[in-house]
């Protein structure tokens, strides 16, 4: 039990369409991450959230978008699918370790797959 | 482009043996730095992670940092077979926040 709980578990789209990935956070952690992970490859930050506001975004387009709402859950928003968006999406809470470093954990991912 | 290398194997080692996974990184402000275990069609797990020079221990595994030359790298003594999995090296980077810039990861083949 990681404390990270990501929904859907798997999903299929097609090209243009829309989706909205949720992820639920260990209580107290205020700050999430998202992550795209492609198939042999590893994973790559989208955007952090800490206390309901974007605080850093990867290399990813406006049509990847989030949101943190107060109970710390989040949401992943991408538009205008496109056939490279298929991967697996990753949710991570931050801990701060007692030698101070910041420590994830990972969710067990979303599933996505575009047609 | 700061990035994180890893060769991606297959690495196979005898059940026993000692395994050796390496990476290095190219940003130089990297604080921190984290060793994931990832199964097949599974999330990544956190097996350690390290920030000082030297070696940091945790039963089997070792963590071990090389600032000077950009290196990490994890031994895992006493290989069992539940260890093949790809395991993902990242660094903390510079960027003032959370980020985790991640290596495409080694994979792991212990046979009994």
């Known amino acids: 039990e990681t404390g990270v709980t990501q929904s859907p578990t798997h999903l299929i789209k097609t090209r243009g369409q829309q989706v909205t990935l949720r992820c639920s956070s260990q209580?107290?952690?205020?700050?999430v991450s998202w992550y795209q992970q492609a198939l042999g490859q590893g994973p790559q930050f989208i955007f952090q959230y800490y206390r309901e506001e974007e605080n850093g975004r990867g290399n990813f387009p406006p049509r990847f978008s989030g949101l943190q709402f107060p109970n710390y859950s989040s949401e992943l928003n991408v538009n205008a699918l496109e056939l490279d968006d298929s991967a697996l999406y990753l949710c991570a809470s931050t801990r701060t370790s007692r030698s101070g470093a910041n420590v994830l954990t990972f969710g067990a991912g979303s599933r996505l797959t575009v047609l | 482009q700061k990035e994180v290398e890893q060769n991606s194997g297959p690495l196979s080692v005898p059940e026993g043996a000692i395994a050796s996974l390496n990476c290095t990184y190219s940003?130089?402000?990297?604080?921190?730095f984290f060793w994931y275990r990832q199964y097949s069609g599974k999330s990544p797990e956190l097996i350690m992670f390290?920030?000082?020079?030297g070696d940091k221990e945790d039963g089997r595994f070792t963590a071990q940092l090389n600032k000077a030359s950009q290196y990490v790298s994890l031994l895992i003594r006493d290989s069992q077979p539940s260890d093949s999995a790809t395991y993902l090296c990242a660094s903390g980077g510079s960027g003032g926040y959370n980020k985790l810039i991640f290596g495409a990861g080694t994979r792991l083949a212990v046979h009994p």
């Open positions: 940003d130089r402000g990297s604080q921190s």
């Open positions: 209580s107290g952690h205020n700050t």
């Open positions: 390290i920030y000082s020079n």
